[in-house]
């Protein structure tokens, strides 16, 4: 009975010291940016805002070709990761997979267009940093495309991996500044900040690289 009851026990922290999947910690990650590009997608079309949004619609059509592109991105970006339906329907994740990397092209130019048309909040560290990672991301996207065409799914696999990795870098950075927002009720900003951003981007495509050589 005693043995039966530890084996229990035992299963049980085993379930629990696994590490999380991975499309379960992304999903954890991208959360946030996914949720606002969602609501941004019904607010922009209605011109119901909030007061600390209304200076990026002097460019609606970026804006809201940004908000629309960064939540298909981020969510084929979680569906492509899932194991089970990569294996099971090859078809559906080739459709997906076009689509994504179409949303990740359409993320990166209107990025670029929001950050040459909006007047910028930010420092030029931040502003730097969007312009580079907008360009890599569609470097990344574009050599996850050629590896494919090439028959390489390792080095597809890892191209994808990156792109979403690069896209989605912010994400985790949600997760601090975003209840420090519910709290203040002002949009954190400054030097301080912007380094955050910026460290927690770099962390996150550091963390790609990382479950890249894990996979092998
Ligand atoms: C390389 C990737 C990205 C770049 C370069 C980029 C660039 C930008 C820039 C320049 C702005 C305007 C910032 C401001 O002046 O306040 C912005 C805003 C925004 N971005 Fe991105 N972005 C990227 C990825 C994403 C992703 C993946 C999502 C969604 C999943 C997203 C969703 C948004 C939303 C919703 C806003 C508007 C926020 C608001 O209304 O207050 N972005 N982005």
Request: aromatic residues 8%.
């Amino acid at each position: 009975m005693l043995k039966r009851r530890g084996m229990r026990g035992g299963g049980l922290v085993r379930r629990f010291a696994r590490p999380l999947p991975l499309a379960w910690l992304l999903a954890l990650c991208s959360f946030i940016p996914i949720m606002t590009a969602a609501i941004r997608v019904v607010q922009i079309p209605l011109g119901a805002l909030p007061a600390d949004s209304l200076r990026l619609a002097v460019s609606p059509p970026a804006y809201f070709l940004h908000a629309l592109t960064g939540l298909l991105f981020g969510v084929l970006g979680l569906l492509q990761f899932v194991r089970a339906l990569r294996r099971r329907y090859g078809t559906v994740h080739r459709w997906a997979g076009r689509a994504f990397v179409l949303a990740g092209a359409g993320l990166a130019w209107s990025g670029l267009a929001l950050l040459l048309q909006v007047e910028s909040i930010a420092t030029g560290l931040l502003d730097a940093a969007r312009g580079v990672f907008a360009l890599a991301l569609v470097s990344a996207l574009a050599l996850g495309i050629a590896s494919a065409r090439a028959r390489d799914m390792p080095r597809h696999r890892a191209w994808m991996i990156r792109a979403y990795a690069i896209g989605m870098g912010t994400g985790p950075v949600g997760l601090v500044l975003f209840p420090l927002y519910l709290v203040t009720g002002e949009p954190p900003t400054g030097v301080l900040t912007d380094v955050v951003v910026v460290g927690t981007w770099l962390s996150s495509i550091a963390v790609g690289e990382w479950v890249i050589r894990k996979l092998g």
